[in-house]
């Protein structure tokens, strides 16, 4: 008879405690703090007498989707702003009913803005033809490119590129949040973000990083590739997150080769590929660079507003708008701000919100709940639900957080289930995140 012992270890108790075969590997692994580190880990007692920062949380929307814009509020005023009240900005191409207003205002304490975009912010520049873009749209359509055949989506995506950060109601704020309809966090944030991006200096964060559909963005790369190139930009350190790794070297040379015949002039000219004699050429390269589709996923983005206001970025931004891509394919504000800093920032000057549990639409990253560093938390009893008994179910959902996680940061969280963690998914860009970062730290 052979008996097999299970040692178990018991974290403390609370809501968060549960019970792991010692040795186990950890699920979630360390990254190098080299170039950036997480900022709190785990709770802490809100620090709500500390001054604030010049911020607010921007939102793009329409009356139409008051619904999904109230669940956004709600969870960020469950998880961070009850706490701290940075103001909102709410931005639409419309004029905002009465009772978008009213309803909005009713689900936070902190000030709110209601703003319109005009026309030099919003639609087709006159420099281009009105009927050659919404042709190129409507190919896109045709093509069934997702999104590529909604004229306003296209419109979304270069407001959010070149423009938000010069709206007049953001003219006074030097940090901005942007918040999207339809979110969801799943960690309580008792820290104030943008006081830690200023000591630290950051510029942008980011949550996730995912890749781009390739037939989105076919030529976006050869632009961006194009500013570095025109203005002697040399990379520092960031740019190679975007890139395809380099082919490897042979490690034996050609001539090794039975098959190998040395070249003549007349060989060369009439080289086939494939044959060894002279390379293939990736129609996609530029300067031996091939874009990876990589991208900072922009619906959640914290970043100092000075930086998009840069006469540097500006410039990238104009390079990249003369080019039409905004309407003769689908450019995405992610892979423009995600370009723009490739091109212009280092590692050290992003950072990874790895302690923020997100979702938007089928995407969640989730970070696991820190050992031994939860906090009891307060009641927080949504008074715009009118029913009591709904009320004090919703608030006691989140009292029950998910188990702690070894190498966990977050605090409280209660990520959803249904779906897979984007780091688990194909098509996640966190190892090319950390590999310009540091490396893993832990295996």
């Avoid at 814009?69 to 940075?86: C, D, G, L, P, T």
């Avoid at 008792?190 to 996730?208: Q, V």
């Avoid at 998910?402 to 194909?426: L, P, S």
Wanted: aromatic share 14%; hydrophobic share 35%.
């Amino acid at each position: 008879m052979i008996l097999i012992f299970v040692i178990v270890v018991r974290h403390p108790s609370g809501p968060g405690s549960f019970m792991v075969p010692a040795g186990a590997p950890p699920s979630i692994r360390r990254i190098s703090e080299k170039h950036d580190k997480v900022f709190v880990t785990g709770c802490l007692t809100p620090p709500v007498d500390l001054p604030r920062e010049n911020a607010a949380f921007v939102v793009l929307a329409r009356d139409k989707e008051l619904e999904g814009v109230i669940q956004s509020i709600k969870s960020v005023e469950r998880h961070f702003n009850r706490w701290f009240h940075y103001p909102y900005v709410f931005l639409n191409d419309g004029d905002f009913g009465e009772k978008f207003k009213q309803t909005i205002t009713n689900y936070t304490s902190a000030p709110v803005k209601f703003g319109k975009i005009d026309s030099s912010m919003w639609g087709f520049p006159d420099w281009v033809d009105h009927d050659v873009a919404r042709e190129g749209i409507r190919k896109q359509g045709d093509q069934a490119i997702m999104y590529g055949g909604m004229e306003s989506y296209h419109h979304m995506c270069r407001f959010y590129s070149g423009f938000f950060y010069n709206h007049e109601l953001l003219q006074e704020y030097d940090w901005y949040w942007r918040v999207e309809p339809e979110i969801s966090y799943f960690c309580d944030i008792t820290y104030d973000p943008f006081r830690y991006m200023a000591k630290a200096n950051k510029t942008y964060g980011f949550t996730i990083a995912v890749k781009e559909l390739k037939e989105t963005v076919p030529n976006i790369f050869r632009y961006a590739s194009a500013y570095k190139n025109v203005n002697n930009i040399t990379s520092k350190g960031l740019w190679e997150m975007f890139l395809e790794p380099p082919p490897e070297k042979p490690t034996s040379s050609p001539k090794d080769d039975p098959k190998y015949k040395e070249p003549l002039p007349e060989e060369i000219l009439s080289t086939e590929p494939g044959h060894g004699n002279l390379p293939d050429i990736d129609p996609e390269a530029m300067n031996g660079e091939v874009y990876n589709m990589c991208h900072f996923w922009s619906n959640f983005e914290i970043a100092r507003l000075d930086w998009f206001r840069s006469k540097e970025y500006q410039d990238f931004f104009n390079m990249m708008d003369r080019s039409g891509g905004f309407w003769m394919e689908r450019w995405g504000d992610a892979p423009i701000h995600s370009l723009a800093a490739g091109a212009l920032l280092s590692p050290k000057d992003i950072h990874y919100f790895r302690d923020f549990g997100y979702r938007h639409t089928t995407i969640q990253h989730c970070p696991g709940n820190a050992p031994s560093r939860q906090l009891d938390r307060d009641k927080h009893l949504e008074m715009t639900t009118v029913d009591e008994k709904e009320r004090i179910e919703e608030d006691d959902y989140w009292e029950h957080w998910d188990a702690e996680k070894e190498n966990g940061v977050g605090c409280r969280c209660r990520c959803d289930t249904d779906i897979v963690d984007v780091e688990g998914k194909q098509g996640s860009c966190l190892p090319d995140w950390v590999e310009i970062a540091g490396g893993w730290a832990s295996p």
